[in-house]
């Protein structure tokens, strides 16, 4: 395993699935399991499909060895996994906030290299360890859980813990994270107990991104029941 440094001056870090902070020197370090030297740092050719796709770099011709074959270099699931999920957790500390919820700014600016190094130190991401609470401000008692899954595809069971957290914590409000999707039968378990328990469910693909936070949606406020009654009154 070496390295290749790649220059921002020619594509950031984010070009290639990092977040922005990743590193803080002028080039961002990929991990690439070839036997180019460590010494080869900046005669390449780059493609780039998406966010996350395949990365193909050239030898510089003084290392070539008289072949111009192509060497891929790929991110690694675990890698792009903590990527999404630093991504997913900012984006609900954030919701949570515009909701009126207490939630301090060094936790929604959390830096990456921190949010790996709390929940990603194995490779993989801890989602059970992600799990969290807060108060609203103005009602310390009004209190919201959110829970991680790390299942694929959520089972009953699953759901049944996360409403079993709620209780035995007594919570009254809930937001349920899975990562791709979730059973009918799970989908009815959180239908059932919506009679006792204010409960949201997403799926992380949809919070990787704070759609609230583009330029072309204007801000959303809860209205205050003063701001209510004057709405009715008009």
Avoid at 71 to 94: C, F, G, H, P, Y
Wanted: aromatic share 10%; charged share 30%; glycine share 4%.
């Amino acid at each position: 395993m070496v390295s290749i440094t790649v220059s921002r001056d020619f594509h950031s870090a984010q070009d290639f699935g990092y977040p922005a902070d990743i590193h803080n020197t002028s080039s961002v370090c990929l991990d690439v399991d070839t036997s180019l030297p460590t010494s080869c740092k900046s005669d390449y050719d780059v493609s780039a499909g998406s966010r996350f796709a395949n990365h193909t770099f050239r030898r510089s011709p003084e290392y070539s060895r008289g072949s111009t074959k192509n060497q891929s270099i790929t991110m690694d699931n675990d890698s792009k996994d903590v990527a999404r999920m630093w991504k997913v957790n900012r984006t609900l500390k954030e919701m949570v906030k515009d909701r009126g919820y207490l939630v301090a700014e060094d936790e929604i600016n959390l830096p990456f290299t921190e949010f790996r190094i709390n929940y990603g130190g194995s490779g993989a991401v801890d989602r059970s360890a992600m799990a969290w609470y807060t108060s609203r401000r103005e009602d310390q008692q009004d209190t919201i859980y959110i829970f991680f899954s790390d299942e694929e595809n959520v089972s009953k069971k699953t759901v049944r813990k996360f409403i079993q957290d709620m209780e035995d914590k007594r919570f009254r409000r809930g937001i349920f994270v899975y990562r791709r999707k979730m059973t009918p039968a799970a989908k009815k378990v959180i239908q059932e107990m919506q009679s006792e328990y204010t409960m949201e469910d997403y799926a992380e693909a949809d919070l990787i991104v704070n759609i609230t936070k583009h330029f072309l949606v204007p801000r959303h406020e809860i209205m205050t029941p003063e701001e209510k009654h004057q709405l009715l009154e008009r």
